[in-house]
């Protein structure tokens, strides 16, 4: 069983749409979670950054953390083309500094149609 | 100010010879991890280099090594290519709780 488990697979969503992604991780040692978005052929890029069971929102975007199930989601709402792109959940043990590595889901890869 | 660069940007290299990638971290960051990503999947940590030693290490041989300088830049080097080393290889430099990824090194081993 992989520590960091992602879902759904390939999502393909009309302009407009609210789009759920989610993670599910085995390891109590984790304890930052964190959301990337990753384009075709560029590093992953920061989007949300979390420690707490619970939601925080930014903008178009919501993620929630439940610890005692072990669940981390991402909610895009008033999905943009522009959104298309890899999404991949992240975590860390520890104070979640930067000296602390990142155990990454394996992404999902979300197409939004105009 | 520019963020982490790493070079190349693609490379192609045959089985079983040796490769080196680069990476320049963001100012100001001092501590360099290196990631690989195959296709499809997300990045697996590979190691940590801070004050130019390796800190931590994720599960790879040994065939992967890595340097730091003394400027904060670092080099990742893999010997005796295999097929399944073909990935795009992130560098993330970091300080504190700021964490920047490079745009990576695509690497394929034909």
């Known amino acids: 069983q992989k520590e960091v488990e992602q879902d759904p697979g390939p999502l393909s969503v009309p302009e407009g749409a609210i789009v759920s992604l989610n993670c599910t991780y085995s390891?109590?040692?984790?304890?930052?979670f964190m959301w990337y978005r990753q384009y075709s052929r560029k590093g992953p890029e920061l989007l949300m950054y979390t420690y707490s069971s619970g939601n925080k929102e930014d903008g178009r975007f919501t993620a929630q953390v439940d610890k005692s199930s072990k669940y981390i989601s991402l909610f895009i709402r008033d999905s943009q083309p522009s959104d298309s792109a890899t999404y991949l959940c992240?975590?860390?043990?520890?104070?979640?500094?930067?000296?602390?590595?990142?155990?990454f889901g394996k992404g999902t890869l979300l197409t939004v149609n105009p | 100010d520019a963020g982490v660069t790493q070079s190349p940007t693609h490379l192609i290299k045959t089985r079983g010879q040796q490769v080196t990638l680069r990476c320049s971290p963001k100012?100001?960051?001092?501590?360099v991890s290196w990631y690989q990503q195959a296709l499809g999947q997300g990045p697996q940590f590979i190691f940590q280099?801070?004050?130019?030693?390796?800190?931590q290490r994720g599960n790879f041989p040994d065939r992967f090594s890595g340097h730091q300088f003394p400027n904060y830049s670092s080099e990742l080097n893999v010997n005796a290519l295999l097929l399944g080393d073909s990935a795009l290889y992130l560098c993330a430099s970091s300080y504190g709780q700021g964490r920047s990824f490079g745009p990576g090194t695509r690497l394929t081993v034909t």
């Open positions: 390891n109590s040692a984790f304890q930052y």
């Open positions: 992240a975590m860390s043990a520890g104070s979640g500094g930067s000296n602390y590595k990142l155990t």
């Open positions: 100012s100001g960051h001092d501590t």
């Open positions: 280099y801070y004050e130019e030693e390796e800190r």
